[in-house]
């Protein structure tokens, strides 16, 4: 297992934290917009389930179910953004970029998927399609809203991994929102 500066496991602070804190430091000027939209890749091997006291190893680590559980949080994270920001013209959707040729897929899979710019469909086509104007808190797979796991539905477990995420960024929150 690896580890950033911060002390966070990798995976979780790069697939998760990383959109949940970027996000949240654009959300003053996306709510100022005419309309905004937020788009989170996740996969659609995100875990059916969650651990709370084990989201960055604390327990055990697997590489694996490291990638799947970050890509849980992105789809939790999509769904509870959405529920926040309903009140302003600003959708948030997440996707299954579909299985594509890269590093960790070959690494870890051994496996070949579709090129790259097949896997950019999706975000694109969620960043700026005329066809899902006001459709937000969906979970997409080519280019259609499809469904996640079970879990991913549950607010109270939404609002349980969007307190701890808050509490992880609170000491680089503090620092960059006094810049």
Known sequence: MKKTEDGLETTFAVNHMAPFIVTNLLLPLLKKSEEARIVTVSSMIHAGSIEFDNLQ????????????????????????????????????????????????????????????????????????????????????????????????????TQDKLWEISEKLWRTPHEVLSQL
């Open 57 to 156: 190893g604390e327990k055990y680590f697997d590489g694996g179910y490291a990638y799947s559980l970050s890509k849980l949080c992105n789809v939790l994270f999509t769904y509870k953004i959405a529920r926040e920001i309903e009140s302003f013209n600003i959708t948030a959707n997440c996707l299954h970029p579909g299985v594509i040729n890269t590093k960790l897929l070959r690494a870890g899979w051994g496996g070949m998927g579709a090129p790259a710019s097949s896997g950019a469909e999706t975000s694109v086509f969620l960043a700026s399609s005329a066809d899902i104007i006001g459709v937000t808190g969906k979970y997409f797979a080519n280019k259609k809203a499809s469904k996640s796991k079970p879990i991913t539905y549950a607010p109270e």
